[in-house]
């Protein structure tokens, strides 16, 4: 039973390190599922586990936990980046200028709240004091990111293996913080007069009447005479809206129109547009109407086809000339569930699902060049990931101050800003980005649960001193006062001054704490979108600033 016990017990052996990640993830992920009051922890009950194993002595050499720590952390943040980098600048629309600014006071207020609670309830002479209301703030937030950030950030001030245990104080504050997000959201429907069905029925409305930006299909006759003789190029250019004619039927035949195709009036056709432009279009071209496609000179047939192929990824509709090189329209472009019209500016993207409309052999060529193999997809892009992350701990390690070598973005925030620019504008440099949202979410996981079983394991030690007999019960109250304060501020500024629905205030504040079981509640109280929308609107932000100001306050207060 030697072997056994050395199996435990010996930390310099390779089976050891392993068993005790796999303990400790497995405990952790499991024991998260459990639900008190409807609400779990989920996969952050890895750190506890892993703080359980180190208070016992179940544990690994020093220099193992580090590494295993910092590369879980930066598989974890390179992984966000790449998943938000899409919609990352898109996000700063008009209401989301709005709600990401919202969000921004908000994590400004967190800190504040959490400096203010530094003067009044610590010793500020004591030198870990500031960084333990650092690790008291992140857990008051929810968000692990900003914990690795900081936590890195401490490390390269004192050292690996002196940087205060900030884990602790995270753990104490996180548990409460859940609950206290979920309770200020409540709490914020009484203060600002809320009635529910009231804002349903907002939401309902404001579908109704809002006109998406989605593609729209329609039938129309050419009744306009001053379009008799003109090509389809020129009513283009005289309409100055996008519009794509996939079919046309003249004089009995059915065929697909080009750029040098002659209308005549009388001429009914298959248009897609977006639904801003279609009382334009129908206003200029011709009435709606139904039209029976059974008269075709040759078979057309409408086909889905993915965008598999790299050397595709980055280029316009306008530069792959579909209908005159092919003979072929395209309708619409499917991107992440998302529904796009088809505007010669939009730069397709690996991963892209394009509706083709033609000849059957000329969509045949079609997918042919654009490679439609969904098994190529079913991988993530492993070069595309590590190329970004040799970028991003380069551009982490350069200093953001000329002559202060400490002042940089580190492991955390240098590839979390790689990825969100690769994500983005990777298909310019021949990057492929495309990842499936599973295989995303599982590294990312992996990262994850890696990063917090190696905290806990180094954390546990000490934990229970630090909760029995140290600050322990005085992070927990401060880390509540850090998670309620901000969001009773900023949620009925939201609702009363910029007249923002409950819901999407629901979601903005889970998105700014970066909290799925917030965003979790807000869904169940909702039927609509709402709450994911908000929770979309300002989640890249919140996470970008959650790790750099980690940084920016040990880097400037902390020394």
Known sequence: MDWLLNLFTDTDSLAHIVLLYAVVIAVGVYLGKIKVAGISLGVTFVLFAGILAGHFGFTGTPSTLNFIQDFGLILFVFMIGLQVGPGFFESFGKTGVKLNGLAATAIGLNILVMFACYFIFFDTSDKTALPMMVGTLYGAVTNTPGLGAANEALSSIYGPDNAPPIASAYACAYPLAVVGIILAIVCIKYVCKV????E???LEAQANANVAKKPHKMHIEVTNKYLEGKTLLQVHNFLNRDFVCSRILHEGH?????????????DQLFIVCAESDYEAIVAFLGPVIEVDWEQTDQPLVSRRIVVTNPA????????MHFSSVYG???????????????SPSLPLQVGDRIMVVGPEDAVERVSNKMGN???RLDAPNIATIFVGIFLGIIFGSLPFIPGMPLMKLGIAGGPLIIAILIGRYGYKIKLVTYTTTSANMMLREIGLVLFLASVGIKAGAGFFETVMEGDGLLYVLTGFIITVVPIMIVGPIARMKFKFNYFTIAGMIAGTY????ALAYSNSICSKEAPA????????????????????????FCQ
Request: aromatic share 10%; charged share 15%; net charge positive.
């Open 195 to 198: 009635h529910l069905d009231q």
């Open 200 to 202: 349903e029925a907002e």
């Open 254 to 266: 059915v065929s697909i129109p080009n750029r040098n195709t002659v209308f005549h009036v009388g």
């Open 312 to 319: 595709i990824n980055g280029k316009t509709f306008g530069q």
């Open 328 to 342: 072929v329209n395209v309708t619409r472009v499917t991107r992440h569930g998302m529904d796009l019209f088809a």
């Open 373 to 375: 193999s969904v098994k």
């Open 514 to 517: 970066t909290d799925p079981p």
């Open 533 to 556: 929308v908000g929770y979309s609107t300002v989640y890249p932000l919140s996470m970008f600033l959650r790790i750099l100001t980690a940084q920016l306050i040990v880097l400037f």
